[in-house]
């Protein structure tokens, strides 16, 4: 422990406790801007000066520690007049047109400007530069209104491990960018978004989908179908003032009937679907692998009912349902890319089998339907435009709202949310089991596989507990267990005492380590769940403005909470999934699950 | 790597370039804190950095191509853009600078229409800056390539530049 005066007051506080941290924990509030606890701590602003007693500079508090003896000042006059002349030259190359910025009210560079309080803005010269990139289909960057606080260059290199953004150029010549003016679009960006929900001011945000949503909603000639990822029913109450990890399922599904939307579905249905799918096509190259390694014979293959694959099929098998991940192993690991599942993400099933299946039962030709998916991702506006996402010649979702642009059309359109009834997901596409929320938290596509395929080996229960993860963090990032069958039933009799290891990350730098043993034909995994984000969708770059370590377990735990509440909490006990195999799609993996259900991939350039 | 290697450079072949860039970064055991010295000799190699040879440091090094980048883009002696076969340096050491180098850029901006650190369309010409060639006494100076010009007055650098194919 170390003793510090503060403001004149004695304080004690763990040694390597910055000198911020230990004015937070005492009440002492020091106005900050780029410094995010636990992501970018590195005094690049210097809006947290305070002054030192015996050291002549002013020093960063975000990065400075506290030690035996200091003597601190955090308002002296000397720290107020450095912050307000910081502030003011912020702000002379800023844009001032906040009231028509999408950041208005929700402005870190805005909430710091009450803490300043300046009263003239003194300096007022050449902006620095006003270049807008438009070129991604996810995300935008307005160049003009970054304060280059660093904040996404640190989440997008070390968290993420992408790193299509750094400085470029110097002094008042910096930007922040891909290089050699790569537009955003032709980088090797994942479209994760994490860079959008850390940066301070409106420089960089989703590229918006409400124009084209309203214009669908006023033609009366579509039908406008709805459907909303788990994540977004843990977090979206946030953007009414609600507290982090609030349950609204009911009202989301309530506010969406008002504005308009003629279906409103979930993509929780779908999410038990890639389950049948996905944990079918874990079991068919689980299968295969042994008969081709001379374990079992081929009449044992066949007696389990699945194919027999010529070739020896890839494992471990890793999980597809982030497209934030699938875009980084394409220019990451283009090699690697058989040891994708090939199921498409949820709610692209979804979208499929609505101009597919449901256009059918609603009478309806598919281009008459316009499919809109409320995701708390970024990535997902990518996906959608990939070639492979079309049926029979259109697309399987033609929108993607992000959390934030849902709670901005639900504003847009003078909801009250907060007073909603609730309302009930519309049939037969918003049935959904337990297993499909926990889609939404690390961990959870692997917690509703296991459920689904340890059932359908063994004929017994999974026993739940010791399934969670817990929430993930620094080097904890990669999570491992093993699970041994025991007494499979008949078919599977030879998976008896096998032990079969897995393995969860989130975000991007986990499953570099991951996806390096596979390379070094090193693992010793046979099912790899990956989410782009870290956490877990929960924290996707779609979700509400800032995600700190506490917001993102609250949200889980609401997630976990929808999961515990439903009766039904494995994803074959569904019984539209039951009967959509039945009358419609007649096996998993069979023709109609792989013209719909599922895809491909594309290796893409490395750098 | 010899000096009389690089010296070399100008005729080889593309293929024989990356060959020699390979052998600098292996060199440099392919670290991130070696970069500059690697980009500086890719430089000395391709005599420029285009965005290929970037790519390919960064996928050599297993470095994103924005950090990069962002290095060739941070200091003034890296370009990328090719070299002309001039090289037009003009000083702007303190004696240059008063006695007019300015002027002496406005004058080669006009004339080439092109900016310090760019080269011609036709690859005549690059423009660069010097900080004191020390021909303080015969200020304000310039130089093509090794050849030294002193006390430019600007109206006349149109007659310098004729003799430069």
Redesign the interface.
């Known amino acids: 422990m170390v003793n510090i005066t503060m403001n004149r007051k004695r304080i004690t506080v763990p040694q390597g406790t910055t000198i911020l941290e230990a004015a937070k924990k005492n009440h002492i509030k020091i106005p900050h801007l780029c410094y995010l606890e636990d992501v970018h701590e590195s005094g690049s602003c210097r809006v947290c000066v305070v002054e030192v007693e015996g050291m002549k500079n002013l020093q960063a508090s975000c990065i400075t520690q506290a030690a035996e003896g200091m003597v601190i000042d955090t308002n002296s006059q000397r720290v107020r007049s450095a912050r307000k002349i910081l502030y003011e030259l912020l702000l002379s190359d800023h844009p001032k047109d906040c009231l028509v910025c999408g950041r208005n009210n929700h402005c870190e560079l805005q909430e710091l400007g009450e803490l300043v309080q300046l009263e003239e803005s003194r300096f007022d010269g050449v902006h620095s530069k006003s270049h807008r990139d438009l070129s991604s289909y996810a995300i935008e960057k307005d160049d003009e209104k970054c304060i280059l606080c660093r904040r996404c260059v640190t989440v997008c290199?070390e968290i993420q491990g992408?790193?299509?953004?750094?400085?470029?150029?110097?002094g008042f010549g910096s930007s922040i960018?891909?290089?050699?003016e790569?537009p955003l679009g032709d980088?090797?960006c994942t479209n994760c978004g994490q860079c959008v929900t850390v940066c301070p001011v409106g420089a960089l945000k989703e590229k918006d989908a409400t124009q084209n949503v309203w214009e669908a909603l006023k033609n009366p000639d579509v039908e406008v179908v709805v459907q909303t990822a788990p994540a977004v029913r843990v977090a979206l109450g946030e953007e009414f003032g609600m507290p982090a990890g609030s349950n609204v399922t009911g009202k989301m599904a309530r506010a969406l009937d008002d504005l308009g939307f003629n279906h409103v579905f979930d993509t929780n249905f779908a999410a038990d679907l890639t389950i049948i799918e996905e944990g079918t096509e874990l079991l068919l190259r689980l299968v295969n692998h042994l008969h081709h390694q001379g374990a079992i014979t081929a009449e044992q293959v066949e007696k389990t009912g699945l194919p027999l694959l010529e070739e020896a099929p890839a494992l471990p098998m890793i999980t597809s349902c982030s497209p934030g991940w699938i875009k980084f192993a394409e220019h990451t690991y283009p090699e690697q890319l058989k040891h994708l599942s090939t199921c498409k993400s949820p709610h692209m099933m979804l979208g499929a089998l609505v101009k597919d299946y449901y256009a059918k039962q609603i009478n309806k030709d598919p281009k008459d339907i316009f499919v809109v998916s409320i995701m708390p991702c970024t990535a997902k506006k990518y996906e959608i435009e990939r070639p492979e996402m079309m049926n029979g010649g259109t697309r399987n979702v033609d929108a993607v709202l992000t959390t934030r642009e849902m709670a901005k059309m639900i504003k847009d359109a003078g909801i009250d949310f907060i007073t909603l009834e609730d309302r009930e997901f519309d049939n037969p596409l918003g049935i959904s089991t337990g297993a499909a929320d926990i889609f939404g938290v690390t961990g959870g596509v692997m917690e509703a596989a296991l459920r689904t395929v340890y059932e359908l080996v063994t004929g017994r229960e999974i026993p739940f507990d010791k399934l969670r993860v817990e929430p993930m963090k620094g080097l904890d990032r990669i999570k491992t267990a093993t699970l041994t069958i025991k007494d499979p039933i008949e078919t599977y009799q030879f998976l008896d005492g096998v032990e079969v290891s897995v393995a969860t990350t989130s975000g991007l730098l986990g499953a570099v380590t991951l996806l390096d043993e596979i390379e070094d034909n090193a693992s010793p995994h046979v099912f790899i769940e990956v989410m782009g984000c870290p956490g877990g969708c929960i924290s996707g770059g779609g979700q509400p403005r800032m995600t700190t370590q506490h917001i993102r377990e609250m949200r889980m735990q609401g997630l976990y909470r929808e999961d515990e509440a439903k009766v039904l909490r494995k994803s074959h006990e569904n019984p539209f999934i039951t009967e959509i195999y039945e009358k419609y799609l007649e096996k998993p993996l069979g023709h109609l699950s792989h013209e719909l259900l599922h895809t491909t991939y594309v290796p893409r350039q490395?750098? | 790597m010899s000096q009389s290697t690089l010296c070399e450079v100008e005729n080889m072949q593309e293929e024989e370039q990356y060959r020699l860039l390979d052998q600098v970064i292996e060199d440099y055991e392919g670290m991130e804190t070696n970069l500059v010295q690697v980009l500086h000799y890719a430089q000395s190699i391709f005599g420029y950095l285009s965005m290929a040879t970037q790519r390919y440091i960064a996928e050599k090094m297993e470095l994103p191509l924005s950090k990069v980048s962002g290095v060739v883009s941070f200091y003034s002696f890296f370009s990328t853009m090719p070299k002309g076969r001039h090289t037009i340096s003009i000083c702007l050491g303190t004696a240059c600078y008063v006695r007019g180098g300015k002027k002496i850029i406005d004058k080669l901006n006009e004339l080439l229409s092109i900016d310090v650190g760019e080269t011609t369309e036709d690859l005549r010409f690059s423009m660069e800056i010097k900080r004191c060639i020390g021909a303080c006494g015969l200020a304000p100076a310039m130089s093509i390539d090794e050849t030294v010009f002193k006390r430019v007055n600007p109206n006349r650098i149109k007659n310098i530049l004729e003799q430069y194919e």
């Not at chain 1, 992408?162 to 110097?170: D, S």
């Open positions: 290199n992408v790193g299509i953004f750094n400085v470029q150029n110097r960018g891909g290089g050699m790569l980088t090797t490395k750098r």
